[in-house]
Protein backbone atom coordinates (compact mmCIF):
# COMPACT_ATOMS: atom_id res chain seq x y z
CA UNK A 1 0.00 0.00 0.00
CA UNK A 2 1.51 3.37 -1.00
CA UNK A 3 1.19 6.83 0.69
CA UNK A 4 0.11 10.12 -0.58
CA UNK A 5 1.32 12.57 1.88
CA UNK A 6 1.10 15.48 0.20
CA UNK A 7 -0.89 18.68 1.20
CA UNK A 8 -1.95 21.59 -0.01
CA UNK A 9 -3.45 19.48 -3.40
CA UNK A 10 -6.03 18.34 -5.85
CA UNK A 11 -5.66 14.63 -5.83
CA UNK A 12 -6.91 13.16 -9.28
CA UNK A 13 -8.09 9.82 -8.04
CA UNK A 14 -9.76 7.84 -11.54
CA UNK A 15 -10.20 4.13 -12.35
CA UNK A 16 -10.43 4.57 -16.21
CA UNK A 17 -10.04 1.36 -17.96
CA UNK A 18 -10.86 2.94 -21.73
CA UNK A 19 -9.32 6.37 -20.49
CA UNK A 20 -12.79 8.26 -21.46
CA UNK A 21 -12.91 8.76 -17.63
CA UNK A 22 -9.13 9.99 -17.55
CA UNK A 23 -9.70 12.25 -19.96
CA UNK A 24 -12.58 14.08 -18.48
CA UNK A 25 -10.86 13.62 -14.79
CA UNK A 26 -8.28 15.78 -16.31
CA UNK A 27 -9.99 18.30 -17.63
CA UNK A 28 -11.76 19.01 -14.04
CA UNK A 29 -8.60 18.40 -12.11
CA UNK A 30 -6.58 21.06 -14.18
CA UNK A 31 -9.32 23.52 -13.90
CA UNK A 32 -9.24 23.49 -10.59
CA UNK A 33 -5.78 23.27 -9.62
CA UNK A 34 -5.22 26.12 -12.42
CA UNK A 35 -8.18 28.23 -10.22
CA UNK A 36 -6.81 27.39 -6.64
CA UNK A 37 -3.53 27.37 -7.07
CA UNK A 38 -3.01 23.41 -6.33
CA UNK A 39 -0.29 21.18 -6.73
CA UNK A 40 -2.22 18.40 -9.04
CA UNK A 41 -1.53 14.84 -7.69
CA UNK A 42 -2.75 12.41 -10.23
CA UNK A 43 -3.65 8.63 -8.63
CA UNK A 44 -4.59 6.37 -11.35
CA UNK A 45 -6.57 3.02 -9.68
CA UNK A 46 -6.44 1.45 -12.83
CA UNK A 47 -4.01 -1.26 -13.05
CA UNK A 48 -4.33 -3.90 -10.05
CA UNK A 49 -0.74 -3.27 -8.61
CA UNK A 50 -1.79 0.22 -7.74
CA UNK A 51 -5.16 -0.79 -5.56
CA UNK A 52 -5.78 -0.12 -2.90
CA UNK A 53 -3.88 2.65 -1.90
CA UNK A 54 -4.01 5.44 0.86
CA UNK A 55 -5.45 8.80 -0.36
CA UNK A 56 -7.21 11.50 0.87
CA UNK A 57 -6.68 14.85 2.12
CA UNK A 58 -7.00 17.59 4.43
CA UNK A 59 -9.51 20.68 5.01
CA UNK A 60 -7.79 22.66 2.28
CA UNK A 61 -7.21 19.84 -0.43
CA UNK A 62 -9.44 18.87 -3.06
CA UNK A 63 -9.96 15.39 -3.77
CA UNK A 64 -11.51 14.21 -7.28
CA UNK A 65 -13.12 11.18 -7.44
CA UNK A 66 -13.51 9.93 -10.90
CA UNK A 67 -14.93 6.51 -12.57
CA UNK A 68 -16.62 4.24 -15.11
CA UNK A 69 -20.51 3.73 -14.16
CA UNK A 70 -21.29 0.22 -14.34
CA UNK A 71 -24.96 -0.50 -14.51
CA UNK A 72 -25.55 2.19 -12.46
CA UNK A 73 -23.00 2.12 -9.68
CA UNK A 74 -19.65 2.51 -8.56
CA UNK A 75 -17.52 -0.11 -9.63
CA UNK A 76 -17.30 -2.84 -6.80
CA UNK A 77 -13.51 -3.07 -7.44
CA UNK A 78 -13.11 0.16 -6.06
CA UNK A 79 -14.95 -0.70 -2.57
CA UNK A 80 -11.37 -2.10 -1.28
CA UNK A 81 -9.81 1.54 -2.13
CA UNK A 82 -12.61 4.07 -1.10
CA UNK A 83 -12.03 1.90 2.27
CA UNK A 84 -8.80 3.42 2.20
CA UNK A 85 -9.53 6.85 1.79
CA UNK A 86 -9.73 9.70 4.59
CA UNK A 87 -11.58 12.88 3.89
CA UNK A 88 -10.32 14.69 7.21
CA UNK A 89 -12.57 17.66 6.10
CA UNK A 90 -11.31 17.71 2.60
CA UNK A 91 -13.43 18.89 -0.09
CA UNK A 92 -14.83 16.50 -2.77
CA UNK A 93 -16.03 16.18 -6.30
CA UNK A 94 -17.40 13.14 -7.59
CA UNK A 95 -17.28 12.35 -11.68
CA UNK A 96 -19.17 9.57 -13.21
CA UNK A 97 -18.97 8.64 -16.84
CA UNK A 98 -21.20 6.78 -17.95
CA UNK A 99 -22.22 5.26 -21.92
CA UNK A 100 -24.83 7.11 -22.59
CA UNK A 101 -27.92 5.02 -20.99
CA UNK A 102 -27.96 6.67 -17.49
CA UNK A 103 -25.94 6.90 -14.59
CA UNK A 104 -28.92 6.10 -12.00
CA UNK A 105 -27.43 5.74 -8.86
CA UNK A 106 -24.11 6.03 -9.15
CA UNK A 107 -23.29 9.58 -8.53
CA UNK A 108 -25.40 10.03 -5.10
CA UNK A 109 -23.64 6.74 -4.26
CA UNK A 110 -20.26 7.81 -5.10
CA UNK A 111 -21.09 10.60 -2.67
CA UNK A 112 -22.17 9.29 0.46
CA UNK A 113 -19.36 6.88 0.28
CA UNK A 114 -16.86 9.93 -0.01
CA UNK A 115 -18.67 11.44 2.85
CA UNK A 116 -18.75 8.19 5.25
CA UNK A 117 -14.85 8.57 4.83
CA UNK A 118 -14.96 11.84 6.07
CA UNK A 119 -14.94 14.37 2.49
CA UNK A 120 -17.27 17.38 2.02
CA UNK A 121 -18.48 16.29 -1.44
CA UNK A 122 -19.54 19.67 -3.22
CA UNK A 123 -20.04 19.12 -6.16
CA UNK A 124 -20.64 16.10 -8.80
CA UNK A 125 -21.13 15.63 -12.22
CA UNK A 126 -21.91 13.06 -15.06
CA UNK A 127 -20.23 12.64 -18.18
CA UNK A 128 -20.68 10.53 -21.41
CA UNK A 129 -18.20 8.06 -22.86
CA UNK A 130 -18.64 5.33 -25.68
CA UNK A 131 -20.31 3.02 -24.58
CA UNK A 132 -18.02 -0.07 -24.22
CA UNK A 133 -20.16 -2.96 -24.88
CA UNK A 134 -21.79 -0.76 -27.95
CA UNK A 135 -19.71 1.42 -29.26
CA UNK A 136 -22.29 2.86 -31.78
CA UNK A 137 -23.41 4.32 -28.48
CA UNK A 138 -21.98 7.39 -27.55
CA UNK A 139 -19.56 7.32 -30.33
CA UNK A 140 -16.23 9.38 -30.07
CA UNK A 141 -17.25 10.53 -26.47
CA UNK A 142 -15.75 12.64 -24.39
CA UNK A 143 -15.92 14.73 -27.22
CA UNK A 144 -14.12 18.44 -27.77
CA UNK A 145 -17.62 20.01 -26.30
CA UNK A 146 -17.71 17.70 -23.33
CA UNK A 147 -13.97 18.51 -22.41
CA UNK A 148 -15.21 22.12 -22.88
CA UNK A 149 -17.92 21.57 -20.50
CA UNK A 150 -15.75 19.40 -17.60
CA UNK A 151 -13.37 22.17 -18.00
CA UNK A 152 -15.90 25.02 -17.05
CA UNK A 153 -17.25 22.94 -14.39
CA UNK A 154 -13.90 21.90 -12.70
CA UNK A 155 -13.93 25.93 -13.20
CA UNK A 156 -17.47 26.41 -11.29
CA UNK A 157 -16.00 24.35 -8.77
CA UNK A 158 -13.09 26.78 -7.85
CA UNK A 159 -15.56 29.26 -7.60
CA UNK A 160 -17.27 27.30 -5.06
CA UNK A 161 -14.53 26.80 -2.92
CA UNK A 162 -13.58 30.39 -3.02
CA UNK A 163 -17.36 30.87 -1.63
CA UNK A 164 -16.15 28.40 1.12
CA UNK A 165 -18.90 25.88 0.18
CA UNK A 166 -19.29 23.02 2.14
CA UNK A 167 -22.46 21.48 1.29
CA UNK A 168 -23.82 18.83 -0.74
CA UNK A 169 -26.00 19.77 -3.77
CA UNK A 170 -29.04 17.52 -4.59
CA UNK A 171 -27.53 14.55 -6.54
CA UNK A 172 -29.82 12.74 -8.38
CA UNK A 173 -30.42 8.92 -7.66
CA UNK A 174 -32.30 6.88 -5.65
CA UNK A 175 -31.84 4.74 -2.27
CA UNK A 176 -31.53 2.41 -2.00
CA UNK A 177 -29.34 2.02 -4.81
CA UNK A 178 -30.14 -0.21 -7.31
CA UNK A 179 -28.81 -3.86 -7.81
CA UNK A 180 -24.80 -3.36 -9.27
CA UNK A 181 -23.75 -5.45 -12.62
CA UNK A 182 -23.97 -9.49 -11.87
CA UNK A 183 -21.74 -11.55 -12.33
CA UNK A 184 -22.51 -13.64 -15.46
CA UNK A 185 -19.44 -15.14 -15.95
CA UNK A 186 -19.02 -13.46 -19.09
CA UNK A 187 -15.45 -12.91 -20.41
CA UNK A 188 -14.07 -11.97 -23.89
CA UNK A 189 -13.41 -14.34 -26.77
CA UNK A 190 -9.96 -14.52 -28.82
CA UNK A 191 -10.14 -15.44 -32.11
CA UNK A 192 -7.00 -17.00 -34.51
CA UNK A 193 -5.61 -13.11 -35.57
CA UNK A 194 -4.19 -13.05 -31.59
CA UNK A 195 -0.57 -12.46 -32.07
CA UNK A 196 0.08 -13.01 -28.49
CA UNK A 197 1.55 -9.67 -28.09
CA UNK A 198 0.82 -9.33 -24.69
CA UNK A 199 -0.93 -5.74 -24.90
CA UNK A 200 -4.55 -6.92 -23.97
CA UNK A 201 -2.33 -8.52 -20.59
CA UNK A 202 -1.50 -5.12 -19.73
CA UNK A 203 -4.62 -3.18 -20.51
CA UNK A 204 -6.55 -5.80 -18.18
CA UNK A 205 -7.79 -3.98 -14.98
CA UNK A 206 -8.35 -7.07 -13.14
CA UNK A 207 -5.27 -8.63 -14.54
CA UNK A 208 -6.91 -12.33 -15.38
CA UNK A 209 -5.88 -12.48 -18.55
CA UNK A 210 -2.85 -14.77 -19.15
CA UNK A 211 0.78 -13.64 -20.29
CA UNK A 212 1.39 -16.76 -22.12
CA UNK A 213 -1.52 -17.96 -23.55
CA UNK A 214 -4.36 -14.13 -23.94
CA UNK A 215 -6.70 -16.65 -24.94
CA UNK A 216 -7.17 -17.80 -21.24
CA UNK A 217 -8.89 -15.30 -19.29
CA UNK A 218 -10.15 -16.03 -15.70
CA UNK A 219 -13.06 -15.51 -13.32
CA UNK A 220 -13.39 -11.57 -12.23
CA UNK A 221 -13.82 -9.63 -15.91
CA UNK A 222 -15.87 -6.16 -15.73
CA UNK A 223 -16.59 -6.29 -18.89
CA UNK A 224 -15.20 -2.62 -19.53
CA UNK A 225 -13.14 -3.91 -22.86
CA UNK A 226 -10.18 -2.38 -22.53
CA UNK A 227 -8.63 -5.46 -24.09
CA UNK A 228 -11.55 -5.22 -27.22
CA UNK A 229 -9.99 -1.44 -27.90
CA UNK A 230 -6.69 -1.96 -27.48
CA UNK A 231 -6.29 -4.81 -29.69
CA UNK A 232 -4.27 -4.40 -32.68
CA UNK A 233 -5.59 -7.23 -34.30
CA UNK A 234 -8.80 -7.27 -33.61
CA UNK A 235 -8.58 -10.32 -31.94
CA UNK A 236 -10.98 -9.95 -28.95
CA UNK A 237 -14.73 -9.60 -28.71
CA UNK A 238 -17.86 -10.62 -26.33
CA UNK A 239 -19.63 -13.54 -28.30
CA UNK A 240 -23.04 -14.92 -27.57
CA UNK A 241 -26.59 -14.20 -27.08
CA UNK A 242 -26.19 -12.23 -23.69
CA UNK A 243 -23.84 -9.64 -25.44
CA UNK A 244 -25.75 -9.42 -28.56
CA UNK A 245 -29.08 -9.01 -26.30
CA UNK A 246 -27.12 -5.86 -25.17
CA UNK A 247 -25.83 -4.30 -28.10
CA UNK A 248 -29.28 -4.42 -29.65
CA UNK A 249 -30.89 -2.35 -26.23
CA UNK A 250 -28.81 -0.23 -26.21
CA UNK A 251 -28.68 0.33 -30.06
CA UNK A 252 -32.19 0.63 -29.95
CA UNK A 253 -32.70 2.78 -27.30
CA UNK A 254 -29.92 4.99 -26.74
CA UNK A 255 -28.45 6.23 -30.06
CA UNK A 256 -29.82 9.94 -29.01
CA UNK A 257 -27.16 12.19 -27.75
CA UNK A 258 -27.03 12.83 -24.04
CA UNK A 259 -25.66 16.01 -22.61
CA UNK A 260 -23.50 16.06 -19.04
CA UNK A 261 -25.52 16.69 -16.20
CA UNK A 262 -23.61 18.65 -13.71
CA UNK A 263 -24.96 18.96 -9.68
CA UNK A 264 -23.20 22.51 -7.72
Known amino acids: MKD ?19 KIAYEVADAIAADRDLTSIAINLTKPKSRPVRAGGQENDVFLFAFPVYSGRVPAVLMDCIDQFEGDGAKAVVVGVYGNRHYDDALLEAA ?9 VIAAGAFIGEHSMAPRVGAGRPDADDLAVAAQFGHDVAALIEQGATETPAIKGNRPYRDGMPDTGARPATTDACTKCGICVKLCPMGIIDADDPAQVADGCLQCNACVKGCPQDAKRFEGEQAA ?6 EGNCLERKEPELFL
Do not use: C, W
Open 112 to 120: DLLGERGFK
Open 4 to 22: HPVRNSIYNVYFSPTKATQ
Open 245 to 250: AIVAML
